[in-house]
């Protein structure tokens, strides 16, 4: 019983600060933010700009995703989809999904969606687990090339610069970490890892597939899941396909936040956007917040002001590509109009006839 009030509790918490957190933090920002200057910002901006973004930061990756997500399915598990299938359904993921932390609502989304093709929820939730690996680690290595690069170009308090060394350190280290266990895989230690590996996957799995089925955790657990779903993800063919697409999105993405910077009158390096929509990517996928909230704001202010770029700038940036985003979510809701129309139409017909 106090188990379950704990948890309850606990799942309380979560609730609140999810609601609490994107009320402080705006609060925070505009408290500072020069809103005459906001507005100018947006008076000013060149609008024919935002096409590069919307076709380059938003486009770009829905299309790209989708064949990631196709070539991950079919390479690892044997799923085979149309590529029109799942660009659908990721579009119409966006708008269902977006206002869940942590975008765990498009994944549940595709997850169902793609079950109905084949291979059963779980493999759909290994497939979709693995593709999040592949795109935390093609992330952090692209993070800590292009901090390389840009680290000359970073203005702030020698306190926070060593805070950013001493990140790019641990990233660093849990990459040469992750070579050592690769090369010692076949012996004692290596294999300890690979163990452990294999059972935290494991249980997110299960815990996954306990909550879309609704099946009892125990009657899950009776598989082989650590040979039917975990050995697959280290196709190292197919991670590295992952790992090259997924830089490709960020790098793209990265050419899109350019352009719009642009746009708003705003010159700064290609690599610096590339740096700061990666970072951005983990920060967004933290589930403190409802569609981003309040931690794209602060995100996006914090980081660009590391280069130089001025409150109201950043802010205007933030928004403008956040209407990019809504534009994708609002056509990912238009497709679902039409696939429902076509669905009850098609039931109609089966029915007078």
């Known amino acids: ?34 809103l005459g200057k906001l507005a100018g910002n947006f008076r000013e901006v060149n609008f024919i700009y935002l096409i590069g973004v919307v076709v380059l930061a938003v486009f770009s990756q829905l299309l790209i995703g989708s064949l990631r997500w196709k070539i991950i399915l079919k390479g690892l598990y044997g799923i085979g989809v149309p590529y029109l299938s799942l660009l659908k359904y990721m579009w119409i993921g966006l708008f269902v999904g977006y206002f869940v932390p942590g975008g765990v609502g498009i994944d549940i989304y595709r997850t169902y969606k793609v079950a109905k093709h084949g291979g059963g929820y ?97 009657s899950i657990e009776e598989k082989d899941y650590a040979s039917t779903l975990i050995k697959p993800l280290f196709n190292w063919k197919i991670v590295l396909m992952a790992v090259s ?21 705003v010159q700064l390096p290609v690599i610096v956007n590339i740096f700061v929509n990666t970072l951005l990517f983990y920060i967004f996928i933290l589930p403190v917040s409802f569609g981003t909230l309040g931690v794209r704001e602060g995100g996006n202010i914090l980081l660009y002001g590391l280069f130089g770029v001025d409150v109201e700038s950043a802010l205007a940036a933030s928004y403008l590509s956040l209407a990019c985003v809504l534009l994708a979510i609002s056509i990912g809701g238009i497709i679902l109009l039409a696939d429902n129309a076509a669905s009850g139409k098609s039931k109609l017909d089966r029915g007078s006839s």
């Open 1 to 34: 019983m106090s188990d379950l009030r704990a948890n309850a509790s606990f799942k309380t918490a979560k609730h609140i600060i999810r609601f609490v957190l994107p009320i402080i933090l705006l609060t925070v920002i505009f408290r500072r933010v020069d």
């Open 245 to 265: 697409m997924t830089v490709i999105m960020r790098i793209l993405t990265g050419i899109g936040i350019n352009i719009l910077y642009r746009a708003l009158d």
């Open 122 to 218: 779980d493999r759909n939730i290994a497939a979709i687990i693995g593709e999040k690996i592949y795109a935390a680690i093609a992330s952090l290595l692209l993070l800590l090339v292009c901090y390389l690069i840009i680290r000359s170009r970073i203005n702030a308090e020698p306190g926070i610069i060593r805070i950013i060394w001493v990140c790019f350190m641990a990233g660093s280290t849990a990459v040469l970490l992750g070579v050592a266990a690769l090369i010692t895989i076949g012996r004692g230690r290596g294999r300890a890892l690979l163990s452990f590996v294999y059972r935290r996957l494991e249980s997110a799995i299960i815990k996954i597939m306990s909550k879309i089925s609704g099946r009892d955790r125990k």
